[in-house]
Structures are given as structure tokens and as C-alpha cells.
């Protein structure tokens, strides 16, 4: 079965064609980021619109690379939320109007649900290879612009949130510091570039662990706001006490940008790596699955692999264009959706939450 898949959330513009829920014919993302960087962040009106031009040429893209034809598309999956409204109306509305002409179902996707299935489609090849080594259950860590949560995941609609930010996301922790370096958006592949001129050990920024202590309710929470803020202390020079306005937004003479990149990136892989830790030890999961553009981070990437040697479970990571948006993870997820009915039908609506 062809699943064409459709996603819109935020600022890709991304189309694909997924066979069966794992093969992966084609996976096209039209990356605004270029449009987006003259503003440092993203700018939702701008998203909308892009999406509207970009959204039709990627789906003929996505279903030429696949070598398909329209006529050959089984069913419609696309992403319902969570995202910025307006961009996620524009991939339904599309979605929608495409599965009705074609007469084939349309089937809605949870975006975060999507990057933990991006773990089941990745390593097809490797699948077919080792006979089913990457099936859930797993815990797994969904790290991104939006969100740093922890789940652990039994299938398609079985998961349990085990913990998740309690203030900024990793990934938005990497782009505010890449604004206040004066890196280009986005931030998180700026600061890594950074990062590696630079020394991992030149400023012990804090690593705010929510979670160690018997006393905490929700142990597997984490946070990032406090190692954002020190990094604008050190930027002006300032103790953390004393209270100040954000900015400004250019790293002052003499700082060492690169050595900050690595400090800060260190700092926040230790948070990331300690509360992925604890929750395979917690849940007793001997398989942890992550995923999420954060994930695209070469030293957490590394760090996690040495976790997993030291701590005995097995770790998978998708390749970089998996862990970064993508509309794959949305038809493969949506296929099983399909499968088991869940979210079929015209009536889907976009919803931010
Ligand atoms: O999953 P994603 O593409 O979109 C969301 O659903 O949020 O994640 C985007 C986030 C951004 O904050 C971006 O800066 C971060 O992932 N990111 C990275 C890297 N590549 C993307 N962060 C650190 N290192 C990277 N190499
Ligand atoms: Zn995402």
C-alpha cells in the first residue's frame, strides 16, 4: 500500500511516499529556512505562505521520485498537530482536497508521535537485514524545537509520556544561544558548527537536573531555561543574580564564540544524556529510540553511543534527514493510523495542541 504523505507544521514543506508503513520511496523536504533566517526565527504568516507555493511541486516530487502517478497513491496521511495552526491548515486542507478527488482515504498524524516512528522506518535496508531488531517497545527521547519529552512506546497509539522540559526545548535552547552569539538561524546546526573550534570544557555552564532525588513526582522532567540565561550572564559579563534584559544580540568583543558553542553544547548533552539514562534504567526498556532535530547533533549523537556501551542497552538514531521534519515518519505512521482506524476520515481537523 502507497501512502503519500504530507507535512506542514512548522517550516518545512515536506511530501513522501511510504510503502507499507516502512519503505521509504521518496522523501522530499522544501527547507524555508533561508526565507526564515532573515528574521532569526521563524515567522508564521511567512510559513503559511511559503507552504502554499512550495506544497504542490514537493508532492509531485515526492510521487515522481517514488515513480507513481496519483492513481497509484492508496491513501492520504498528513500531519494534524501539533504545530503552528495556520501551516498545519494548509497541508490538511491540501491533503483533504487531494483524498477526496482521488476517492482514498485521508488518515491524521500526531507530528510527535511521527518522529518516534521515524525509528521504525530509518533503518530499512538494516530491518530487512537483522529481522525486526528496531520493533517497539522502547523509551524513546523526542528532541526538537518544540519539545523534549520522553515516552515509552509500545506501538502505534500505545505510549506513556515518562517526562519532558519543564521550560524551553533543547532545540529552542540552541537556537536562542545561536542569537545570542549572532549564529545564523537555525541555530541548532550553527552552534554544533561552532562547536567543534571550540573547547567542551572552557566555561561550566549548569545542567539543571530536574529529576535526581527520590523526592520528585516527575523525575524524568529536565530544563533548559536556566542554561540559556547563563549563557547571556556570561555574554555580559554579569553574575547570574543580578537580573537584566535579553540581549544584545551580538556576542561582545573578546568572547571566545567558539568555545561558548562547545561549553553550552556540552552542558546540554549532559542534561539530555542523563535523563535518557534514567529513564531505560527506570523503565527497565533495554532499547532506546531517539528522534527529533536535535537528534541530528553529531556529540550528542556520540555521547548517546557511549552511553549505550556503558549502560548495556541498544540505542537507535535515525539519520539526520529522519530526525529533522519530515513527511516519511508521517505516511509510515499514518498507514498503521489507517490500519487501525484511528483519525480516518474527511472530518480531521488541524489543531495547534
Ligand atoms: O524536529 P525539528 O526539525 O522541528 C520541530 O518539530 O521542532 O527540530 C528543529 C530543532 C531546531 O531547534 C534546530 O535548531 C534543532 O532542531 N537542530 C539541532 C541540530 N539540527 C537541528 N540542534 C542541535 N544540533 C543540530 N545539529
Ligand atoms: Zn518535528
Redesign the pocket.
Known amino acids: 500500500m502507497n501512502v503519500l504523505g504530507i507535512e506542514t507544521?512548522?517550516d518545512?514543506t515536506a511530501a513522501a511516499v511510504v510503502r507499507d508503513g516502512r519503505e521509504v520511496l521518496s522523501n522530499v523536504v522544501a527547507s524555508q529556512a533561508a526565507v526564515h533566517a532573515t528574521w532569526g526565527g521563524v515567522v508564521p504568516e511567512i510559513a503559511c505562505r511559503a507552504h502554499l507555493e512550495t506544497l504542490t511541486p514537493a508532492i509531485d516530487e515526492a510521487l515522481a521520485r517514488a515513480g507513481i502517478g496519483l492513481g497509484d497513491v492508496d491513501a492520504v496521511a498528513v500531519t494534524t498537530h501539533p504545530g503552528l495552526i495556520g501551516a498545519l491548515l494548509v497541508g490538511v486542507a491540501a491533503a483533504k482536497g487531494l483524498a477526496f478527488a482521488l476517492g482514498k482515504p485521508l488518515v491524521g498524524v500526531d507530528?510527535i508521535e511521527a518522529?518516534i516512528y521515524a525509528n521504525i522506518l530509518a533503518p530499512f535496508d538494516e530491518l530487512r537485514a537483522n529481522g525486526g531488531e528496531h520493533e517497539p517497545p522502547f523509551v524513546s527521547f523526542i528532541i526538537?524545537?518544540?519539545?523534549t519529552t520522553l515516552f515509552e512506546w509500545r506501538g502505534p497509539g500505545d505510549m506513556d509520556r515518562l517526562g519532558e522540559t519543564r521550560d524551553d526545548?533543547?532545540?529552542?535552547a540552541?537556537?536562542k544561544v545561536?542569537a545570542l552569539l549572532g549564529l545564523p538561524y537555525?541555530?541548532?546546526?550553527s552552534?554544533?558548527k561552532a562547536a567543534r573550534a571550540g573547547r567542551r570544557d572552557a566555561i561550566r555552564f549548569p545542567r539543571t537536573s530536574v529529576g535526581h532525588g527520590a523526592k520528585h513526582r516527575r523525575p524524568l522532567d529536565t530544563s533548559f531555561a536556566g542554561l540559556k540565561t547563563a549563557v547571556l550572564y556570561y555574554l555580559r559579563g554579569q553574575d547570574a543574580s543580578r537580573p537584566g534584559a535579553p540581549g544584545p544580540y551580538a556576542p561582545p568583543e573578546g568572547v571566545n564564540v567558539a568555545d561558548v558553542a562547545a561549553s553550552f553544547q556540552e552542558a546540554a548533552v549532559d542534561v539530555l544524556v542523563d535523563a535518557a539514562v534514567r529513564a531505560v534504567e527506570r523503565r527497565g526498556v533495554e532499547r532506546l529510540a531517539v528522534g527529533?532535530?536535535?537528534a541530528?547533533?553529531?556529540r550528542?549523537r556520540e555521547r548517546l553511543e557511549e552511553a549505550a556501551r556503558r549502560h548495556g542497552f541498544r540505542l537507535f538514531i535515525p539519520p539526520r534527514s529522519l530526525?529533522?521534519?519530515n513527511a516519511a515518519m508521517i505516511a509510515g505512521l499514518g498507514y498503521h493510523n489507517l490500519r487501525l482506524g484511528r483519525d480516518v476520515g474527511l472530518e480531521i481537523e488541524a489543531r495547534a495542541r
Do not use: I, M
Not at 537555525?186 to 546546526?189: A, D, Q, V
Open positions: 507544521s512548522c518545512e507530528h518522529h526538537s524545537g518544540g519539545h526545548a533543547a532545540g529552542e540552541f537556537d545561536a537555525p541555530g541548532g546546526p552552534v554544533e527529533g532535530g536535535v541530528a547533533n553529531g550528542l530526525c529533522t521534519d
